[in-house]
């Protein structure tokens, strides 16, 4: 049944309230399940040959050898993957991605895998293998292979989203352009322009579960596969796509998922496992390490832009511009549009252009982390942003209220707003008691503004209740940091029970309809909407039954309070029904009472974050330490605060580390020097302050409950509001991203002349 | 395989188990004794997932062999619970909401006890530095400060009744 999607400012009795997430005891004794933890019986154990090159010819793979050593029981190469594909070029590539096809393309690459009867001897026969590679010119720097005369990473691509069509080959896989107004004569009127050049280095979503997975396939084309993933579903998909089976016979489950911000949204060596369980006929466990894990799996664009923005003496905005160069490594991506869509999505702009170029290098594909793009294109506006104020001798804070986007903003990316909270978060920041902190020697303050779209998508729930009337609700989405605690709330708050009787379980592939991944924030957004849904069609068969117990019209019957009540005088005698009642009596009255939705949950609202920071940057090491940290978004409404409030202070770690610390460091040879969490350093317990946290509930009109998304938009802002502090800290403006030790001694240095 | 034959103790109970010379601690612990919460993020020692005690002394499970656990004592979280009794940093890490995806958990949790044993009244700053060989992506770390300041609190007015 459909149901009105729109906000109805309805009252809560559970929704909202800090109860203790049903998984905890799982996860606290270690008993959870996550993608390495399970076993089957006679099972191999698969390990993958990767690519000591940045680009190569694969001239010839001799596994003779290998298959030679006793214990080794397949071993796949790209040969082993025939074209399913039927010409769709994105499936190709993420197959090409897998295994490489006759040419490597990044150091980590994968060109061959062995299943043998224990890591030891798998480990051995990937030595046995002799990989003949004619080495081929890389770019791994993204302006750099832009530029003229840049080895070319495909021959096929030509760059979309621009007239006349290209006839010749180039790196630049897409242009997209996003915007409105006249620019020109917007920058013609405005008093003062500033412009700035920024850099940001490659992250990696940096989960501390590497990908892992135990695959069986069968001569007859069915399979399982567990895995630890975003999308069960999405990667049944894929998989089925990949290697030519029927979707309904691969059923996908997904483990416990141990972190994935974006990086388990997409298969890296599913495929390759279920090949070699095909050839093998058994089942097939392959774990990454974290050297693979940071190789071949993962981050996001490193990026190049050139931010613009003009405006008059009063303090309002004339035009605005943005190029933005962001790599996407061998394979093309979406992730320069997302930078230029985001890129002033907080502000109410007449003019406004930005241009993304997505760009092919030498490095692995890029993958979706935590706010796609959008903490890039943020640090270089909202950068430009904190120098225009200066200029304009006005406060960052009031600038930016100044220029705020309100309900009605056309977005400089399309649409027009709803109901925003960018607005508020802003005031909220500047009425914040950290403003009042005083600042000592070498410490400065910064703030910045964050967007971020959100998602909905596909959605299928199911909702069974048992014979005692407790509650089975069943997901098809991940729970990635709590969901599960939330969506028990959602049911226990429709039917009027206790949140203790629900039970929430992530089902598989086979127990419900398609679910898309969960990505863009959905989770408790959409899983939600189709719960609240599913629990009211639960209702409507509660009532049937309570009708047909009164034998009186169901018109009659009203659910109140997780009772069936009987309207009317006439009915004054028949006391009320409670769900457990109705329940109890089920097997008699027709028999299982379930309720069932399936939705495509469209109208996620969109989300606003202000961050607020206090830094000390010790002028001698150029190391910078986080003293306060606040952040400040529109959460639509919070389910549960403590998980929302978890996933504000989990972006803004990331997006410190990202902003001091974290990068991809690569050699002339075009190979990742720091693979490893040694000198890959993410943010550890004592870099970090305590984060304070304010949730703002702005209602999101198109949820019941006016839900958006909360998980991405936390990491949109801190890596412009850490640059605007340590600007603010050293007296010199940073544009290149992180700003570790020696770039911000660099930077120190350089302006001292 | 040239295995060799090792008994130790693993959460009070005695255990024997052959394994080839080579083998880490972790692996025996994972996939010999089934004791799979005990986590791998990195098989470096970088981030604390597989954190254990062998005789008390907090070590990384990754870089152990199994056959240093001959005639030691090895405790992960398996054994934090008594009977059926959650430790109370396992109570408080649930009422803090100190875990997100909570794979990183056993070892902080592990982490945190040995911590606490060592310093009944730690600091914010002792905390941090206490748990710094542990990573966790999903938090930001403050709620599993403050899941270690409660539980640490608790375990002292325990202490004194």
């Given at each position: 049944?459909?149901?009105?999607?729109?906000?109805?400012?309805?009252?809560?009795?559970?929704?909202?309230?800090?109860?203790?997430r049903?998984?905890?005891?799982?996860?606290v004794?270690?008993?959870?399940?996550?993608g390495?933890?399970?076993?089957?019986?006679g099972?191999?154990?698969a390990?993958?040959?990767?690519?000591?090159?940045?680009?190569?010819?694969?001239?010839k793979?001799?596994?003779?050898?290998?298959a030679?050593?006793?214990?080794?029981?397949?071993?796949?190469?790209?040969?082993?993957?025939?074209?399913?594909?039927?010409?769709?070029?994105?499936?190709?590539d993420?197959?090409?991605?897998?295994?490489?096809?006759?040419?490597?393309?990044?150091?980590?690459?994968?060109?061959?895998?062995?299943?043998?009867?224990?890591?030891?001897?798998?480990?051995?026969?990937?030595?046995?293998?002799?990989?003949?590679?004619?080495?081929?010119?890389?770019?791994?720097?993204?302006?750099?292979a832009?530029?003229?005369?840049?080895?070319?990473?495909?021959?096929?691509?030509?760059?979309?989203?621009?007239?006349?069509?290209?006839?010749?080959?180039?790196?630049?896989?897409?242009?997209?352009?996003?915007?409105?107004?006249?620019?020109?004569?917007?920058?013609?009127?405005?008093?003062?322009?500033?412009?700035?050049?920024?850099?940001?280095?490659?992250?990696?979503?940096?989960?501390?579960?590497?990908?892992?997975?135990?695959?069986?396939?069968?001569?007859?084309?069915?399979?399982e596969?567990w895995?630890?993933?975003?999308?069960?579903?999405?990667f049944?998909?894929?998989?089925?796509?990949?290697?030519?089976?029927?979707?309904?016979?691969?059923?996908?489950?997904?483990?416990?998922?141990g972190?994935?911000?974006?990086?388990?949204?997409?298969?890296?060596?599913?495929?390759?496992?279920?090949q070699?369980?095909?050839?093998?006929?058994?089942?097939?466990?392959?774990?990454?390490?974290?050297?693979?894990?940071?190789?071949?799996?993962?981050?996001?664009?490193?990026?190049?832009?050139?931010?613009?923005?003009?405006?008059k003496?009063?303090?309002?905005?004339t035009?605005?511009?943005?190029?933005?160069?962001?790599?996407?490594?061998?394979?093309?991506?979406?992730?320069?549009?997302?930078?230029?869509?985001?890129?002033?999505?907080?502000?109410?702009?007449?003019?406004?252009?930005?241009?993304?170029?997505?760009?092919?290098?030498?490095?692995?594909?890029?993958?979706?982390?935590?706010?796609?793009?959008?903490?890039?294109?943020?640090?270089?506006?909202?950068?430009?942003?904190?120098?225009?104020?200066?200029?304009?001798?006005?406060?960052?804070?009031?600038?930016?209220?100044?220029?705020?986007?309100?309900?009605?903003?056309?977005?400089?990316?399309?649409?027009?707003?709803?109901?925003?909270?960018?607005?508020p978060t802003?005031?909220?920041?500047?009425?914040?008691?950290?403003?009042?902190?005083?600042?000592?020697?070498?410490?400065?303050?910064?703030?910045?503004?964050?967007?971020?779209?959100?998602?909905?998508?596909?959605?299928?729930?199911?909702?069974?209740?048992?014979v005692?009337?407790?509650?089975?609700?069943?997901?098809?989405?991940?729970?990635?940091?709590g969901?599960?605690?939330?969506l028990?709330?959602?049911?226990?708050?429709?039917?009027?029970?206790?949140?203790?009787?629900?039970?929430?379980t992530?089902?598989?592939?086979n127990?419900?309809?398609?679910?898309?991944?969960?990505?863009?924030?959905?989770?408790?957004f959409?899983?939600?909407?189709?719960?609240?849904?599913?629990?009211?069609?639960?209702?409507?068969?509660?009532?049937?039954?309570?009708?047909a117990?009164?034998?009186?019209?169901?018109?009659?019957?009203?659910w109140e309070?997780?009772?069936?009540?009987?309207k009317?005088?006439?009915n004054?005698?028949?006391?009320?029904?409670?769900?457990?009642?109705?329940?109890?009596?089920?097997?008699?009255t027709g028999?299982?009472?379930?309720?069932?939705?399936?939705?495509?949950?469209?109208?996620?609202?969109?989300?606003?974050?202000?961050?607020?920071?206090?830094?000390?940057?010790?002028?001698?090491?150029?190391?910078?330490?986080?003293?306060?940290?606040?952040?400040?978004?529109?959460?639509?409404?919070?389910?549960?605060?403590?998980?929302?409030?978890?996933?504000?202070?989990?972006?803004?770690?990331?997006?410190?580390?990202?902003?001091?610390?974290?990068?991809?460091?690569?050699?002339?040879?075009?190979?990742?020097?720091?693979?490893?969490?040694?000198?890959?350093?993410?943010?550890?317990?004592?870099?970090?302050?305590?984060?304070?946290?304010?949730?703002?509930?702005?209602?999101?009109?198109n949820?019941?409950?006016?839900?958006?998304?909360?998980?991405?938009?936390s990491?949109?802002?801190?890596?412009?509001?850490?640059?605007?502090?340590v600007?603010?800290?050293?007296?010199?403006?940073m544009?290149?991203?992180?700003?570790?030790?020696?770039?911000?001694?660099?930077?120190?240095?350089?302006?001292?002349? | 395989?040239?295995?060799?034959?090792?008994?130790?103790?693993v959460?009070?109970?005695a255990?024997?188990?052959?394994?080839?010379?080579?083998?880490?601690?972790?692996?025996?612990?994972?996939n010999?004794?089934?004791?799979?919460?005990?986590?791998?993020?990195?098989?470096?020692g970088?981030?604390?997932a597989?954190?254990?005690?062998?005789?008390?002394?907090?070590?990384?499970?990754?870089?152990?062999?199994?056959?240093?656990?001959?005639?030691?004592?090895?405790?992960?979280?398996?054994?934090?619970?008594?009977?059926?009794?959650?430790?109370?940093?396992?109570?408080?890490?649930?009422?803090?909401?100190?875990?997100?995806?909570?794979?990183?958990?056993?070892?902080?949790?592990?982490?945190?006890?040995?911590?606490?044993?060592?310093?009944p009244?730690?600091?914010?700053?002792?905390?941090?530095?206490?748990?710094?060989?542990?990573?966790?992506?999903?938090?930001?770390?403050?709620?599993?400060?403050r899941?270690?300041q409660?539980?640490?609190?608790?375990?002292?007015?325990?202490?004194?009744?």
């Amino acid at each position: 049944m459909p149901y009105e999607t729109a906000y109805t400012n309805q009252g809560f009795n559970l929704v909202g309230s800090r109860v203790n997430r049903p998984d905890g005891i799982d996860k606290v004794t270690g008993r959870a399940k996550y993608g390495a933890d399970v076993n089957a019986a006679g099972q191999l154990v698969a390990k993958v040959l990767r690519s000591p090159h940045a680009h190569a010819l694969i001239k010839k793979i001799d596994t003779s050898k290998a298959a030679k050593l006793p214990g080794v029981k397949a071993i796949v190469t790209g040969d082993d993957f025939p074209d399913h594909t039927g010409g769709n070029r994105s499936m190709m590539d993420i197959l090409e991605n897998c295994m490489a096809r006759g040419r490597a393309l990044y150091d980590g690459h994968a060109v061959a895998a062995v299943a043998a009867i224990d890591g030891e001897t798998a480990d051995k026969a990937l030595k046995l293998i002799k990989v003949t590679y004619k080495k081929l010119p890389h770019v791994t720097d993204v302006d750099a292979a832009m530029a003229e005369g840049a080895p070319i990473i495909h021959d096929w691509v030509r760059t979309a989203g621009v007239q006349p069509a290209p006839t010749t080959a180039s790196n630049v896989a897409q242009r997209s352009e996003f915007g409105h107004g006249d620019v020109e004569a917007g920058f013609a009127q405005a008093d003062i322009v500033v412009e700035k050049t920024f850099k940001t280095e490659q992250t990696h979503q940096g989960y501390i579960e590497p990908h892992a997975c135990l695959a069986q396939l069968g001569p007859d084309g069915s399979g399982e596969l567990w895995v630890t993933t975003q999308g069960h579903f999405t990667f049944r998909n894929v998989c089925s796509t990949l290697l030519g089976l029927d979707v309904a016979k691969l059923k996908v489950t997904s483990s416990e998922i141990g972190g994935g911000f974006g990086g388990k949204t997409h298969v890296w060596t599913e495929p390759v496992a279920l090949q070699l369980s095909r050839k093998a006929n058994r089942p097939v466990k392959l774990v990454m390490t974290r050297d693979e894990v940071f190789r071949a799996s993962g981050p996001t664009s490193s990026t190049s832009i050139d931010v613009k923005i003009g405006a008059k003496k009063n303090g309002r905005i004339t035009a605005a511009t943005a190029e933005l160069r962001y790599q996407s490594g061998a394979f093309p991506g979406m992730w320069a549009m997302f930078g230029a869509m985001t890129s002033f999505a907080c502000y109410d702009l007449k003019n406004v252009k930005s241009v993304g170029y997505d760009v092919l290098v030498n490095r692995p594909k890029v993958a979706a982390y935590r706010a796609p793009s959008a903490p890039m294109a943020a640090f270089g506006v909202e950068s430009v942003m904190d120098m225009l104020a200066a200029e304009l001798g006005m406060d960052a804070v009031e600038f930016r209220i100044k220029n705020a986007a309100k309900k009605g903003t056309k977005a400089s990316y399309g649409p027009i707003y709803g109901p925003i909270g960018i607005g508020p978060t802003l005031q909220a920041v500047k009425d914040h008691p950290h403003m009042k902190r005083r600042l000592g020697k070498n410490q400065g303050r910064g703030m910045a503004c964050g967007f971020w779209f959100n998602f909905g998508g596909q959605t299928c729930t199911d909702l069974n209740i048992g014979v005692d009337g407790s509650v089975n609700l069943t997901v098809g989405t991940v729970d990635v940091g709590g969901s599960r605690a939330s969506l028990a709330l959602i049911a226990a708050e429709e039917l009027g029970i206790d949140y203790d009787q629900v039970r929430v379980t992530i089902g598989d592939t086979n127990s419900l309809g398609h679910n898309d991944t969960t990505e863009g924030s959905r989770g408790t957004f959409s899983s939600g909407m189709a719960t609240i849904f599913a629990a009211r069609n639960a209702i409507e068969v509660l009532k049937q039954r309570a009708a047909a117990t009164w034998d009186i019209p169901v018109d009659q019957v009203v659910w109140e309070a997780g009772e069936a009540r009987a309207k009317g005088k006439q009915n004054s005698n028949l006391p009320p029904l409670t769900l457990k009642e109705i329940a109890a009596k089920s097997p008699r009255t027709g028999g299982p009472i379930a309720g069932h939705n399936e939705v495509v949950a469209d109208g996620a609202g969109v989300s606003f974050a202000s961050h607020l920071v206090d830094v000390e940057v010790d002028p001698e090491t150029g190391s910078t330490r986080v003293l306060r940290y606040t952040v400040i978004q529109d959460a639509g409404k919070a389910i549960h605060p403590d998980y929302v409030e978890g996933q504000f202070q989990g972006g803004a770690a990331q997006g410190i580390g990202w902003a001091l610390n974290e990068e991809y460091i690569y050699g002339d040879d075009g190979c990742l020097q720091n693979p490893g969490f040694l000198d890959y350093r993410i943010p550890v317990c004592s870099d970090l302050p305590f984060i304070d946290t304010q949730i703002l509930e702005i209602p999101n009109p198109n949820h019941p409950y006016g839900v958006r998304g909360v998980g991405e938009t936390s990491i949109v802002p801190p890596l412009a509001a850490i640059g605007n502090a340590v600007s603010n800290a050293v007296g010199v403006r940073m544009n290149h991203v992180p700003m570790s030790p020696p770039r911000i001694l660099k930077a120190i240095e350089d302006a001292a002349g | 395989m040239n295995g060799v034959t090792v008994s130790t103790t693993v959460n009070g109970d005695a255990v024997q188990f052959v394994c080839p010379p080579s083998e880490s601690l972790l692996d025996v612990l994972r996939n010999r004794l089934n004791l799979t919460g005990v986590k791998e993020g990195c098989g470096t020692g970088d981030c604390g997932a597989c954190s254990i005690t062998l005789d008390g002394r907090l070590v990384c499970a990754c870089l152990v062999l199994g056959a240093e656990a001959e005639g030691r004592e090895v405790g992960t979280v398996e054994g934090m619970s008594e009977n059926g009794e959650l430790h109370p940093l396992q109570v408080q890490f649930i009422e803090n909401a100190a875990l997100q995806c909570g794979i990183c958990t056993p070892g902080f949790l592990v982490a945190a006890k040995a911590l606490l044993e060592r310093n009944p009244n730690p600091t914010e700053e002792e905390i941090r530095y206490g748990l710094a060989g542990n990573l966790c992506r999903c938090t930001g770390y403050d709620k599993i400060v403050r899941a270690v300041q409660a539980a640490a609190k608790i375990m002292r007015k325990g202490r004194k009744s």
